[in-house]
Each structure stands twice: as structure tokens, then as C-alpha cells.
């Protein structure tokens, strides 16, 4: 576990896991999921301009890819500060 954790005690995991909220997937492998779903879908609209869910996954994605290439690994934490636009 990461340095600083508190995991949920026991008995909140198992109601969650019984009710559907925790599927034991990663958060990658969700929002994977509802790309696929829904590819050609609108995601996100900002004034006149919007992104697909295929869209937001290419962008989503190549950040990633930058961020490795920043020297980022697995497990690192990021503050991110972004806009409110696309």
C-alpha cells in the first residue's frame, strides 16, 4: 500500500463489493470500458466544441504517454491544475 493509505475498513468493502460500486477493476479498465461503450458518443462539450468518448480516450491517453515520458511511473502522485476548457 501506498505510504499514507487508509483503507476503507472491511466492512464497507464488502457491502460495496456485494451492492456493485467496487467491481475490482482498475480505474483505467473502467473508463476503458465506457470508451468502448460509447466511442463515437459526445463526452464533453465546451461552448461549440466538443470530444467524443474515442476522443477523450486518444487525449487521455497521450497525456499518459507524456507523463511517462516525464519520468513518471506506476504509484507516482500528481497534483494536477487544469482548466475548465477544452
Excluded: C, H
Aim: charged share 30%.
Amino acid at each position: 500500500m501506498l505510504e499514507g493509505f487508509v483503507p476503507f475498513p472491511p466492512e464497507f468493502q464488502a457491502k460495496y463489493r456485494e451492492k456493485g460500486y467496487w467491481r475490482d477493476k482498475s480505474l483505467r479498465d473502467e473508463f476503458a470500458e465506457v470508451f468502448r461503450k460509447y466511442v463515437d458518443k459526445v463526452a464533453i462539450i465546451d461552448g461549440d466544441r466538443q470530444l467524443t468518448y474515442g476522443e477523450l480516450d486518444a487525449v487521455s491517453t497521450n497525456l499518459a504517454l507524456n507523463l511517462l515520458d516525464l519520468g513518471l511511473r506506476p504509484l507516482d502522485r500528481v497534483v494536477p491544475q487544469l482548466s475548465n476548457t477544452l
